[in-house]
């Protein structure tokens, strides 16, 4: 099994950037599907991005292609969520997520369903 600890949210202005981490702890988080999942007040739980064991494949939500970018490094057990050009409708509490399937990509590494462990969330306010 595996837990994890998001951080790394706050406030900022629309246009403005936030780097989100997630700490896992396990000795077999290289092994591990990540992604990130985002919920805004009155809305289901959508996916973010995802990441393979080894961070070579990525996959991302139309929504944030080519403004958000994931990445992990495995020797220190942390997931990453870069966020840049971020913009109100990005305003959500995001999750960290495991998944330990053996296969990479696959349609349910797009579903939050899908996931395993999650982390506490954290909150990202995007203003005007």
């Known amino acids: 099994q595996v837990q994890l600890v998001e951080s790394g949210g706050g406030l900022v202005q629309a246009g403005g950037s936030l780097r989100l981490p997630c700490v896992a702890s396990g000795r077999t988080f290289s092994s591990y599907v990540m992604g990130w999942f985002r919920q805004a007040p009155g809305k289901e739980r959508e996916f973010v991005a995802a990441?393979?064991?080894?961070?070579?494949?990525?996959y991302y939500a139309d929504s944030v292609k080519g403004r958000f970018t994931i990445s992990r490094d495995n020797a220190k057990n942390t997931v990453y969520l870069q966020m840049n050009s971020l913009k109100p409708e990005d305003t959500a509490v995001y999750y960290c997520?495991?998944?330990?399937?053996?296969?990479?990509?696959?349609?349910?590494?797009?579903?939050?369903?899908?996931?395993?462990?999650w982390g506490q969330g954290t909150q990202v306010t995007v203003s005007e």
């Open positions: 997520a495991a998944d330990d399937t053996e296969v990479f990509p696959y349609s349910g590494t797009y579903l939050y369903t899908k996931y395993e462990y």
């Open positions: 990441i393979s064991w080894s961070g070579g494949s990525t």
